[in-house]
């Protein structure tokens, strides 16, 4: 039962534009949600986090929306850059368990 | 600079052997975890550690064991590889109870089971 989903196995977009990547949760207890990024034969970097407290949290060009009622989040990439194309990985923990539980991921192409 | 440092980058190795997958972390984290990634089925949690000589299972523990003797060195066994055990394979760590501690990963081994 894949608690967390990522229906996009792929996108691409135009450099300089908007990436909206989409991720769904099932498990009411998830309470911080994760964004990792890799690139190929390379581990998972850390990317940008928000807890369910919030709806809403900024790193620079990265911007992640949690909408708890509908179990969806979203990372937005603004604006788009060629090295941000890679898989993007979503994962999510509740406060009583430490495991971090992954996406399926999304490739991320950003055209030049 | 945070490290997770896996002991291989690639394996090749046969049916029925005996493989051992090593990890080590410097950043004194209480939490170590091994995942295996495959396409399109994201990173999917094989063991996980959060103190010395402690174990929890994952998801798909079946085929494998683990080992966490020291603090630092969380290994990750396959008793007998299978084919089916080819695949990419990441150690991470973390802080122990701090609520969406991120996890820090290694480079990633990429095994061959022939």
């Known amino acids: 039962d894949q608690q967390v989903k990522q229906n996009s196995p792929s996108l691409s977009v135009q450099e300089g534009r908007i990436s909206i990547l989409n991720c769904d949760y099932t498990n009411s207890m998830f309470d911080y949600f994760l964004w990792y990024k890799k690139y190929p034969a390379e581990g998972p970097t850390f990317l940008i986090s928000?807890?369910?407290?919030?709806d809403k949290n900024e790193d620079g060009r990265f911007t992640v929306f949690l909408n708890k009622s509908a179990k969806h989040l979203s990372l937005h990439i603004v604006p788009s850059q060629p090295g941000d194309s890679a898989v993007y990985f979503c994962?999510?923990?509740?406060?009583?368990?430490?495991?971090?539980?992954f996406g399926t991921g999304t490739r991320l192409t950003i055209i030049p | 600079d945070v490290k997770v440092t896996q002991s291989s980058r690639y394996l090749v190795k046969r049916t029925g052997e005996k493989v051992f997958l090593e990890c080590v972390q410097d950043?004194?984290?209480?939490?170590m975890f091994w995942y295996r990634q495959d396409p399109g089925l994201g990173l999917r949690l094989i063991y996980f550690?959060?103190?010395?000589?402690?174990?929890e299972k994952g998801d798909i523990p079946e085929g494998y064991s683990v080992s966490r003797e020291k603090k630092e060195r969380f290994s990750l066994i396959l008793e007998s590889a299978s084919t089916n055990q080819t695949s990419m394979y990441l150690c991470?760590?973390?802080?122990?109870?701090?609520?969406?501690?991120?996890?820090?990963f290694g480079q990633g081994t990429r095994l061959t089971v022939v």
């Open positions: 991470a760590s973390s802080f122990a109870k701090q609520p969406g501690s991120e996890a820090f």
């Open positions: 928000i807890s369910s407290i919030k």
């Open positions: 950043m004194d984290h209480e939490n």
């Open positions: 994962a999510a923990s509740d406060f009583g368990n430490e495991k971090l539980t």
């Open positions: 550690s959060y103190d010395v000589k402690m174990k």
